[in-house]
């Protein structure tokens, strides 16, 4: 009986050495809370070399924040742990990363400007890199968790998260704290939808303590995308919002359009010229004290509809439907919110309308 376990574990072993690969969470050290040996320190500053961050390999002017500490008159709260990184100018961190080749996968990581300047992260998964704005503060507690997609080219990769910006203070640069990953599994059209990842199921990884949804920046690809099939085409982000934390209208999770016109999803899908369609989708809100008339303008090629939703901060949403006739090929479906609303529990979070379980169906299709 013994034996034969072994030789089972053997073969599972054999069968599933992909599980050697990274499973979702946190990547080693993802939070810094093992940080450089005291020698290592000075003051703040990390001056022990690139090895001094256990797991991490960092260049530049890399400082090590204990929460608590005080940058002028600002209080420096960490996200989750005592420990978090900020990186100074040209500045990098990096991490060698088992995963699999040929599977996609997001990185969500949370990020914090502590000046006024414009400040940018380049985030790289060679070849694959993003150059992600981080100027706009979208929620009141200072740190934004956000979303990065990308394509395993190799079995181990190196990501790389780099401050490419020149500020006259070095303590200006941007603090950095939880990196995570999650393996994609990009969803395909089937015969009940021919959107892919209509129910925004598939995405990017969730904190499960973390009450703030994820932004997934604009200017994404589409075949990277850290949610999968979807592209943020605009100048602002999405967020990404989970049914633990939030009021998700259909499955666990949904996307909150949290920045007016200037924040927008959209997927291409293909059609038959002459062929008529519906889209239908959810809007509703999360349940977060985002309160007021909202509208969601669904696009489908150049025909297009407003969807008023009057929320009252707690939870709800409509059906909405948009039928309409296809021109080319390719039909561009967005969607997009008329207003900008703040929540009424902080007058400064940005947020709005949700958007969820977005079908598109030729009418005559065949029934299931
Ligand atoms: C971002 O980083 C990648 C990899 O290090 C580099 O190839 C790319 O040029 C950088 N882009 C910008 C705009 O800094
Ligand atoms: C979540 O919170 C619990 C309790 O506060 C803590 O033990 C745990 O480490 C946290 N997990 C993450 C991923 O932050």
Redesign the pocket.
């Known amino acids: 009986m013994k034996g034969r376990f072994t030789l089972l574990s053997v073969l599972l072993c054999l069968a599933f050495h992909v599980s050697f690969a990274f499973i979702d969470g946190l990547v080693a050290n993802g939070n810094f809370e093992l940080g450089p040996k005291p020698s290592d320190l000075k003051g703040t500053v990390v001056i022990g070399g690139r090895h001094a961050i256990p797991e991490w390999e960092i260049s530049g002017y890399v400082e090590y924040i204990k929460s608590g500490q005080k940058q002028g008159d600002m209080l420096l709260v960490v996200p989750e742990g005592a420990y978090a990184v900020r990186l100074g100018n040209e500045a990098?961190i990096k991490q060698r990363i088992k995963v699999i080749k040929g599977m996609y996968y997001s990185i969500t990581f949370m990020v914090a400007r502590t000046c006024a300047q414009e400040e940018?992260l380049?985030?790289?998964v060679?070849?694959d890199?993003?150059?992600i704005p981080i100027q706009t503060l979208y929620n009141s507690f200072g740190w934004d968790p956000i979303a990065y997609g990308f394509k395993a080219e190799y079995d181990e990769v190196e990501m790389?998260i780099?401050n490419?910006g020149v500020e006259e203070d070095p303590a200006c640069g941007p603090l950095i704290d939880s990196i995570a990953l999650r393996t994609l599994y990009p969803p395909r059209p089937t015969n009940k939808n021919i959107l892919k990842n209509g129910g925004f199921e598939e995405g990017p990884y969730v904190f499960p303590n973390s009450t703030w949804g994820v932004l997934i920046p604009p200017n994404i690809e589409d075949d990277h995308s850290p949610l999968p099939g979807w592209m943020v085409e605009s100048l602002k982000a999405v967020k990404y919002i989970d049914s633990e934390h939030y009021s998700v209208p259909e499955g666990t999770r949904a996307v909150e359009l949290v920045a007016g016109k200037e924040s927008a999803i959209a997927q291409v899908a293909r059609t038959i010229p002459g062929k008529t369609y519906v889209l239908t989708f959810s809007v509703g809100d999360a349940s977060n004290s985002c309160e007021g008339s909202m509208i969601v303008e669904a696009f489908a090629g150049k025909d297009t509809i407003k969807v008023p939703y009057e929320s009252k901060g707690k939870g709800g949403f409509k059906r909405a439907i948009l039928k309409f006739v296809a021109v080319g090929t390719r039909t561009r479906i967005m969607f997009l919110s008329t207003f900008y609303t703040m929540r009424s529990d902080d007058f400064s979070s940005l947020c709005g309308p949700v958007v969820d379980d977005v079908k598109l169906l030729s009418i005559r299709a065949r029934k299931p």
């Open positions: 990098s940018k380049n985030i790289s060679a070849p890199f993003g150059v790389v780099h490419p």
